[in-house]
T-cell receptor, first 114, second 110 residues
């Protein structure tokens, strides 16, 4: 069964450093998403991406965050200057259709900012 | 915009039934249901697109009342494998995002 692949699975970084989280969505999916989940809490929407541009973003997704699809397969989330409160599990997801398809989530990247 | 789920947690014995509710203050186009096991990613269960629609997935089914902006997930004859946190996700018309509910932790015991 096709899956969404995320790397790395764990990332520890010092406060103020930049991190890039990588995702390879399912190949025939057109809609891509980043979510985060602070330990034991709700799954929070960050950003959606379609046709090489951001479709929507939440208030969490401020100027410190950016997304890119540098080639035909990768989808990245960059955090420019990490803060302690950025520590969370970050999930990438993709979907084949808008508003009628389920999301397939990757296994996540656990980011720890120290 | 975040939907509200109830109950927050439920404990069942194997074979018992449960209902998880999800409600939104916004008009909805669709409702998704996901299950997340500890330390894993959410896994898609089903999507409901139309008001009054019901869907089934083995012994797990769901309904969507578009007018009330509510959805319910029904788990019947629960199995140990049903344990996990259940999230509803809601989409509004024309939106390209999914807002997840507050989650319901389901524990099935022998």
């Amino acid at each position: 069964e096709p899956e969404v692949t995320q790397t790395p699975s764990h990332q520890v970084t010092q406060m103020g450093q930049e991190v890039i989280l990588r995702c390879v969505p399912i190949s025939n999916h057109l809609y891509f998403y980043w979510y985060r989940q602070i330990l034991g809490q709700k799954v929070e929407f960050l950003v959606s991406f379609y046709n090489n541009e951001i479709s929507e973003k939440s208030e969490i997704f401020d100027d410190q965050f950016s997304v890119e699809r540098p080639d035909g397969s990768n989808f990245t989330l960059k955090i420019r200057s990490t803060k302690l409160e950025d520590s969370a599990m970050y999930f990438c997801a993709s979907s084949a259709r808008l508003a009628s398809g389920g999301y397939t989530f990757g296994s996540g990247t656990r980011l720890t900012v120290v | 915009q975040q939907p509200v789920q109830s109950p927050q947690a439920v404990i069942l014995r194997e074979g018992e039934d449960a209902v998880i509710n999800c409600s939104s203050s916004k008009a909805l186009y669709s409702v998704h249901w996901y299950r997340q096991k500890h330390g894993e990613a959410p896994v898609f269960l089903m999507i409901l697109l139309k008001g009054g629609e019901q869907k089934g997935h083995d012994k797990i089914s769901a309904s969507f009342n578009e007018k009330k902006q509510q959805s319910s997930l029904y788990l019947t004859a629960s199995q140990l494998s049903y344990s996990g946190t259940y999230f509803c996700g809601t989409e509004q018309t024309g939106a390209n995002n999914l807002f997840f509910g507050t989650g319901t932790r389901l524990t099935v015991i022998p």
